[in-house]
């Protein structure tokens, strides 16, 4: 049971538009930034956004972020099958004397 | 460029220790955090341990905690992760990451480890 929720499975056709969820508590995502990464199978994560809504150089503009309390978005436009991956939130989360860093469970993206 | 290097996962009775590497390169190593996550087969990630660039700070996963140690050597560029006591839960692909959450972020290609008897 991973700290933050994300739909396991998410699909749209080719050139449409998909939207995946994270969803946290005031512990992690409501007062922390959110980063969210692609993973192709066999290969390490990639960071697609960081704090919140920023894109490192070379993601293209049909990714995006947002976050609004405790929960945050990631939006990806002009679908391509390129895309089809693993798409994971992440952030810290202070509720605990440590810093921990959670995940969500990852959703799965299908380009049908 | 950055370049991570993870080294010594193989197969392990439960009960049994190995110690992880990461060599790094293309970047002031003492000067960034440095991360180990690991991912189960089919499975989704999970945060390991966390490090401070001067090794100050430690913070373990509850999962892990007791079991395991990070650790790092500045003078030689090199993260390490000892793990004690292994189990089946602990088999994994474990990645070194530089800095995760953050524009700085960097991982390496990953080293499995197999508990087995």
């Known amino acids: 049971q991973s700290v933050l929720t994300q739909p396991p499975s998410v699909s749209a056709a080719p050139g449409q538009k998909v939207t995946i969820s994270c969803s946290g508590s005031s512990s992690n995502i409501g007062n922390n930034y959110v980063s969210w990464y692609q993973q192709l199978p066999g290969t390490a994560p990639k960071l697609l956004i960081y704090e919140n809504n920023k894109r490192p150089s070379g993601i293209p503009d049909r990714f995006s972020g947002s976050k609004s309390g405790t929960s945050a978005t990631l939006g990806i436009t002009g679908l391509q099958t390129g895309d089809e991956a693993d798409y994971y939130c992440g952030t810290w989360d202070s509720s605990l004397s440590d810093g921990h860093v959670v995940f969500g469970g990852g959703t799965k993206l299908t380009v049908l | 460029q950055v370049q991570l290097v993870e080294s010594g996962g193989g197969v392990v009775q439960p009960g049994g220790s190995l110690r992880l590497s990461c060599a790094a390169s293309?970047?002031?190593?003492?000067?960034?955090?440095m991360h180990w996550v690991r991912q189960a087969p089919g499975k989704g990630l999970e945060w390991v341990a966390f490090i401070r660039y001067d090794g100050s700070n430690k913070y373990y996963a509850d999962s892990v905690k007791g079991r395991f140690t990070i650790s790092r050597d500045n003078s030689k560029n090199t993260l390490y992760l000892q793990m004690n006591s292994l189990r089946a839960e602990d088999t994994a692909v474990y990645y070194c990451a530089k800095d995760i959450l953050t524009v700085r972020d960097y991982w390496g290609q990953g080293t499995l480890v197999t508990v087995s008897s």
């Open positions: 293309g970047f002031t190593f003492s000067s960034y955090g």
